[in-house]
């Protein structure tokens, strides 16, 4: 069952997720290693890989607010976590679902770090403290590329029917 | 139904005879930015592209615009190898519009593409950089995507599932005062949505102070909407679009402006008066923590940066030049800036406004993006603050997370580096 192992506010940016300096790094194999840096415990716990995979990290509104920069994507991708907010920034949702990293939207998600969640399609329950959230799916069009398996399936698709 | 700016574009560039907000549409994309990290776009392309059989080349290399700005001149070997793979790829596919690291032509992203004339009023732009929201200035939807969502455009020359965002319209009357600038309005207007109060909307701009605004006031406007969390912001193209698009950014051929209906439909509309805004600062750690000035004057800062894609073009700097000519910086501050673009650092030149800041004790950087996102010159120490006519102040966002960034206008930066606080321009410094 997923655990919360992190539990962050409101307008949570990039340069949180994947600071700036950092970002000569491109390649998602390499990116997972800066994510979180400057939160040196919780970077050095993923780094030792005491994290495991479908941990859940709770967030408030707009989480991934700021740049575009996909590496805070990838570098969240890198270690298989799920983010459960009540809400996300526009180019994080979009540049998630091309990667494939999960994002649950439950507006007023609140819970503490420890705190056992069940994910469900439409709510999430905090088994913790018996509280559950109803969870806003994704549109259709969005919902269309995470179950190609990402962007680049997607595009690949597309430009197969193209041709034929 | 009436149609806003934007859903008219959208409209046209997908061939349909009307939109409205929430329909998902799949565009066609007139221009595709991106900085150096066009490195990652390039291997997505490759990821995409692997086993199809079809050429490894872009949909149109004429519609594609590659700036370096991020990290110039190199700061690392990981950098350098990074531009040397983009300049190989721009080679081998014929793209024209390359801005390498070069005095004359090269410069911060946002500001190569409008003054070069890339930008033209009615068009999708995208770029793989958040304030891509600047070229709504001149009347384009322009919005910030990622890498791989770039290489997606590159295979196939269209945006896919692009939700039409609901347009909130921003009226402005009357005039800014006094040392009260374009900057000061969109803080104003991002303390009072807040960081996400537009998120997944369209900020459009009008009233009269618009119209009386040059473009690089629009610029400063469009760049930040993105801070409220809008998808763009933009500026329906008038007389003064037309004359930067001609005067300034040498495009000749037939430009049409696109206007939204008089019964557009909007999901808010706020009312600004311009007359009684001041300067106003964002406080750390997040842009819309706005306070007038005078809520923190006396704070001292360390380090005042004065550029960007936010701040760093030629009136900013003509602004920032005439309060610190024959004046001079504190002793305990470093003031830094650096130009949008070398075209501006030679007009600045010329102007004399480089010689009034080196003449002050100010270090003149080259154009591109410097302190900015915190990974090339001008970094902070533990503790200290900067005040910067940035868009950013995120904690860690200069490279420290032990330092604290307040954003500004160029008049309240430049008046604060004389003092080696902040300084309301208004009462001036010393
Ligand atoms: S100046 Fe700053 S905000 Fe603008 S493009 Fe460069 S890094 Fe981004």
């Known amino acids: 069952m997923p655990r919360v192992v992190l539990k962050l506010g409101d307008d949570v940016s990039t340069d949180v997720i994947y600071p700036g300096r950092f970002m000569a790094t491109v390649l998602p194999a390499e990116t997972p290693q800066y994510a979180f840096s400057d939160m040196t415990e919780f970077n050095a716990d993923l780094r030792a890989k005491q994290v495991p995979h479908g941990a859940v990290i709770a967030a408030g509104r707009n989480f991934g607010c700021g740049s575009s920069r996909e590496q805070a994507t990838s570098a969240l991708k890198g270690h298989e976590l799920t983010i459960v907010a009540s809400g996300f920034a526009r180019i994080f949702l979009q540049n998630s679902v091309n990667l494939g990293l999960r994002l649950v939207c439950a507006p007023g998600f609140e819970a503490s770090v420890g705190d056992e969640l069940d994910l469900e399609p439409s709510r999430v329950l905090n088994r913790s403290t018996g509280r559950e959230f109803p969870v806003v799916p994704l549109p259709p069009a969005r919902q269309a590329i995470v179950d190609a398996g990402g962007l680049i399936p997607y595009t690949r698709r597309l430009l197969a029917e193209r041709k034929a | ?430």
Request: aromatic share 4%; proline share 5%; hydrophobic share 40%.
């Open chain 2, 1 to 430: 139904m009436g149609m806003t700016v934007v859903e008219k574009i959208l409209a046209r560039a997908s061939g349909r005879e009307s939109v409205k907000a929430g329909d998902v549409l799949e565009p066609r994309v007139d221009l595709a930015m991106s900085h150096e990290n066009a490195a990652l776009v390039i291997s997505q392309f490759h990821e995409i592209l692997k086993g199809t059989g079809l050429p490894e080349r872009p949909w149109d290399p004429s519609r594609i615009a590659i700036i370096f700005d991020h990290r110039v001149p190199a700061e690392s070997s990981k950098t350098a190898t990074n531009h040397k793979k983009v300049r190989q790829f721009v080679a081998a596919n014929g793209i024209t519009r390359f801005h390498d690291v070069r005095g004359d032509t090269g410069g911060i992203c946002h500001q190569i593409l409008p003054e070069r004339g890339y930008v033209l009023p009615g068009q999708v732009i995208v770029g793989t950089d958040s304030h891509t929201t600047s070229h709504g200035a001149l009347g384009a939807f322009a919005f910030g995507i990622g890498a791989t969502e770039m290489a997606s455009v590159w295979a196939l020359g269209a945006a896919l599932n692009v939700e039409v965002p609901a347009t909130i319209r921003v009226e402005v009357k009357g005039r800014l005062p006094r040392h009260v600038g374009p900057k000061d309005l969109i803080l104003h207007l991002i303390g009072r949505l807040t960081a996400q109060g537009a998120n997944f909307r369209v900020i459009e701009f009008h009233g009269d102070t618009i119209r009386r605004m040059p473009t690089s006031g629009r610029l400063t406007l469009c760049n930040m909407a993105v801070e409220a969390g809008a998808t763009s912001g933009i500026v329906p193209a008038d007389d003064e679009t037309m004359r930067y698009l001609s005067d300034e950014a040498g495009v000749t051929g037939l430009v049409e402006p696109v206007a939204p209906d008089d019964d557009a439909v909007y999901v808010d509309t706020i009312r600004v008066t311009a007359s009684k805004l001041e300067p106003l600062v964002a406080c750390p750690h997040t842009v819309d923590n706005v306070k007038p000035v005078s809520a923190v004057a006396g704070t001292l800062v360390d380090q005042v940066v004065i550029g960007s894609c936010t701040n760093g073009r030629l009136d900013d700097l003509a602004t920032a030049a005439k309060i610190v000519k024959g004046k001079t910086v504190a002793p305990w501050t470093r003031m830094l800036v650096f130009p949008a673009s070398g075209r501006i650092y030679a007009e600045a030149l010329t102007k004399g406004y480089l010689a009034a800041f080196v003449n002050a004790g100010a270090v003149v950087m080259n154009a591109g993006c410097g302190p900015c996102l915190g990974v090339h010159e001008g970094a902070l120490g533990d503790g200290e603050v900067a005040l910067s006519t940035t868009n950013r102040n995120f904690q860690g966002r200069m490279g420290n997370p032990n330092s604290q960034v307040y954003l500004c206008s160029p008049a309240v930066a430049a008046a604060s580096a004389l003092a080696g606080a902040i300084t309301d321009p208004r009462k001036g410094a010393r």
